[in-house]
C-alpha cells in the first residue's frame, strides 16, 4: 500500500509518500519564510500555488521508483490501470491532504491539487484532520495502546485521549497557539519567523524571570504572558532572560496539564506533537514528569514533529484501508475542523 499525502495547512508546502510494505515516508517540503512579521495568510497561500507542484512531482516521481523497485505495477491493488505519465505504471493507491484546520487560503489549493491529483490517477481521496495526524505520527512510531498526546504547535495547544471512538480534547488553550504565543514575543523583539528556535537558543545563556502562570483546571491561557514578557523586553530585562523565562513558564504549564490528563485518563503512554515539540527543555520536562509517574513518553523525530505531509500519508493510508474516503464532492476544507470531530475508523481497538 503506497499513499501520497499533502499538506498545507499554514507555512509548510509538504508532500510525502507512505509505503506500508517497508513502513518507509519520503517527505518533501518547501516552507514559506515571511520577509517580515508573521505569516500572512495571502502569501502563504501564493507560497502554497507555486509549491505545492514541485513537492508533489517529487513525491510522485519517489513513487514511481518505488513502484518500479516492486517490479513494475502490473498490480492491481496499486491503484489506476495507467498512470498519468503513461508508463502503465500507477505509483499510489490513494491520495490524502490536510482538511483542516489551517488558513482557508491555503487549505483551499491543498485541497484543489489533492483533488486533482486523485482523478488523474483515479485513486480514492482521503480527507485527513490535521491535529489528528500530529497525533497519530505519535502513536504509529511508538506503537502505544492508549496514550494522552500533548499537540504543542504553532497555532493549537491541546490534550486528546481516546473515547468511545473519538479523540477527545481533555484540556486546550484558551487564546493563542503554544508557537504562535512565543513567535510573537519574537515579533516584538524584532527577530524573524520562526521564533521558536531563536527563543530555545537565547534561553540557554539566561536566567529565570518571573511571568504570569495561568492554569485552569485542563485549560491554560498564554496571552497574560506574552504581555508580561513584551514589557519586560521594552523595560530592559535582558532578552535571553525573558526567553528563559518564557520557557520555564510556558512549558511547566504544558507539564502541569499533561500530567493531569494521564492522571485523570490513568493512561502511562504520553506521545508529543507538533512543531514546538522539537524543543529540548519542553521534552526533557515532559520526559522527567513521565519518570517519576512511570509513564512512557515518545516524542517522533523532528521532521514529524513540525508540519509535514509524512503524517498526512500515514494516518491518510489507515484511513484508506479501513475504507475511510470521501467523494470528490464531499471534500470541503473546514478551516476550524476539530479533532474530536472525526471518527476514528482505523483502529479497531483505539483505548477505552
Ligand atoms: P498547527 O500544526 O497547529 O497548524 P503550525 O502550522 O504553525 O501549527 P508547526 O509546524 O506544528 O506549525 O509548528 C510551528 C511552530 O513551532 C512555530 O510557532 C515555531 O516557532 C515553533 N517551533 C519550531 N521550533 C521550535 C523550538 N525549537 N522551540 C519552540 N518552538 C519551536
Known sequence: LRVLGIEGTAWAASAAVYDSETDSTYIESDAY???????????AAEHMHGAIPQVAEAALSHARELAAANGGDGDAAHGADEASDGSGDPPIDAVAFSRGPGLGPCLRIVATAARTLAQTLDVPLVGVNHMVAHLEIGRHT?????????????????LLAYRNGRYRVVGETMDTGVGNAIDKFTRHVGWSHPGGPKVEAAAEDGEYVDLPYVVKGMDFSFSGIMSAAKDAYDDGVPVEDVCHGLQETIFAMLTEVTERALSLTGSDELVLGGGVGQNER?????????????ASFHAPEPRFLRDNAGMIAVLGAKMYAAGDTVPIEESAVDPDFRPDEVPVSWRENAGR
Open 282 to 294: 519542553l521534552r526533557e520536562m515532559l520526559s522527567e514528569m513521565c519518570a517519576a509517574r512511570d
Open 33 to 43: 519564510q515571511p520577509e517580515s512579521g508573521g505569516i500572512h495568510p495571502r502569501e
Open 142 to 158: 511508538a506503537d502505544f495502546s492508549d496514550p494522552v498526546c500533548l499537540n504543542a504547535s504553532g497555532a493549537n495547544a491541546h
